[in-house]
């Protein structure tokens, strides 16, 4: 069975630490994507990956990054964290656009 | 941006009732539309649809695009407490392979 794995289903975290939230596929997937889910805002995206070393900003980019130094993971980095960050995070993958997306379990954030 | 709005935003309904959730889109060189369902955790693949006025269907489930009239519908029959969840339409352009989500649709399934 395929599978999408985020190294944590909950953090608690302090302002202003450095955070990473994990993702690692086992599909051999290109594509790889960062959202972030809010009530009353649905799935928005945060950046995107179509390759190894490639990154591309999605919608709400600032105050994260990314890394992909591998294809199989995919890591989505908070610089500073902030209250506003406080968010459900899910990773995303798919081979190419002709496929949906296989999504991990999400990681739920919590800054305080 | 593509846009795509999800209609109701949440809805209860008893068991047994038949639900129409609706998800309309805006788009610039559309490509495919996908519903997904989400309950406590990730979202679960349920249709990808591509072309119009062809229906896919899954046990009590259904979906059906309309290209012209930039909408798709999500039938649910004979609901049951199992099917109370977040249920999420997406859209895909030709050009990009990002998906863009709506907020969703938040549906309850009462005994």
């Known amino acids: 069975d395929v599978k999408v794995t985020q190294s944590s289903r909950y953090l608690v975290k302090r302002t202003g630490e450095k955070v990473f939230l994990e993702c690692v596929q086992d599909?051999?997937?290109?594509?790889m994507f960062w959202y972030r889910q809010d009530p009353g805002l649905g799935l928005r995206l945060i950046y995107f990956?179509?390759?190894?070393?490639?990154?591309e900003k999605g919608d709400i980019p600032e105050g994260y990054s990314v890394s992909r130094e591998k294809k199989e993971r995919f890591s989505l980095i908070l610089e500073s964290a902030s209250t506003n960050q406080t968010s459900m995070y899910l990773c995303?993958?798919?081979?190419?656009?002709?496929?949906?997306?296989?999504f991990g379990s999400g990681t739920r954030l919590t800054v305080v | 941006e593509d846009k795509v709005v999800q209609s109701p935003l949440s809805l209860v309904v008893h068991e047994g009732d038949t639900v129409t959730l609706n998800c309309s889109y805006e788009?610039?060189?559309?490509?495919?539309l996908l519903w997904y369902k989400q309950e406590k955790k990730a979202p679960t693949f349920l249709f990808m649809l591509?072309?119009?006025?062809i229906e896919k269907k899954s046990g009590r489930l259904s979906s059906i695009l309309d290209k012209k009239e930039l909408f798709s519908i999500l039938n649910i029959t004979a609901t049951q407490t199992g099917d109370s969840a977040v249920y999420l339409c997406?859209?895909?352009?030709?050009?990009?392979?990002?998906?863009?989500f709506g907020t969703g649709t938040s549906l309850t399934v009462i005994p």
């Open positions: 788009v610039t060189n559309f490509r495919s």
């Open positions: 990956s179509y390759d190894v070393k490639m990154k």
């Open positions: 599909m051999d997937h290109e594509n």
């Open positions: 995303a993958s798919n081979l190419d656009r002709n496929y949906g997306y296989t």
């Open positions: 997406a859209e895909i352009a030709n050009t990009g392979n990002q998906f863009y």
């Open positions: 591509t072309s119009s006025g």
